[in-house]
């Protein structure tokens, strides 16, 4: 497993005139976001879905 310090923090994208840096930490704090609130919505529908008991 890469520590901290070895994984990149940013990336350069260039496109014709333009570039842009792209904060690399800030992508990865968005997709874990993301991950949570997938997770999220499925346990809630799995409940919400499953059989009443009578």
Do not use: H
């Amino acid at each position: 497993m890469k520590s901290e310090s070895d994984e990149k923090k940013e990336k350069l994208v260039i496109e014709g005139n333009a570039f842009y840096e792209i904060d690399l930490e800030c992508v990865r704090k968005k997709e874990r976001q993301k991950n949570r609130q997938s997770s999220r919505n499925k346990i809630y529908s799995d409940i919400k879905n499953r059989p009443r008991q009578k």
